[in-house]
């Protein structure tokens, strides 16, 4: 059965970080594609960035610009996304996702995601 589970979110102040961890069971982060995501209320899900099973090389989304960081802990089957300098727009639920496929550029569409963590809550705010 595969699971992934986020935790890490909370309230934070602006300017503040945090490192959500994504805790994957039932597949392996050396042979899938792990993927980040966001839903802001009334908005749509976006991509945040992925780290290729193959090379461990992350992407990510334009808005970004140097504030996020994903790495992986392949002993513990782990993901992590770390997040500086945060501002009030980058409140929202923050989903890891698994891609079945191992690709050396990981995808950053949803559709390309099989399986889905509940999501854990950040919230900018002073």
């Known amino acids: 059965q595969v699971q992934l589970v986020e935790s890490g979110g909370g309230l934070v102040q602006p300017g503040g970080s945090l490192r959500l961890s994504c805790a994957v069971s039932?597949?392996?982060?050396?042979?899938?594609?792990i993927g980040w995501f966001r839903q802001a209320p009334g908005k749509e899900r976006e991509a945040v960035g992925c780290?290729?099973?193959?090379?461990?090389?992350?992407q990510y989304e334009g808005f970004v610009k140097g504030r996020f960081t994903i790495s992986r802990d392949k002993a513990n089957n782990m993901v992590y996304l770390e997040i500086n300098s945060l501002k009030p727009e980058d409140t929202a639920v923050y989903y890891c996702?698994?891609?079945?496929?191992?690709?050396?550029?990981?995808?950053?569409?949803?559709?390309?995601?099989?399986?889905w963590g509940q999501g854990t809550q950040v919230t900018v705010s002073s």
């Open positions: 996702a698994a891609d079945l496929r191992s690709t050396y550029v990981c995808g950053m569409r949803l559709v390309e995601y099989d399986f």
């Open positions: 039932g597949l392996s982060v050396d042979f899938n594609n």
């Open positions: 780290i290729s099973s193959i090379t461990g090389q992350a």
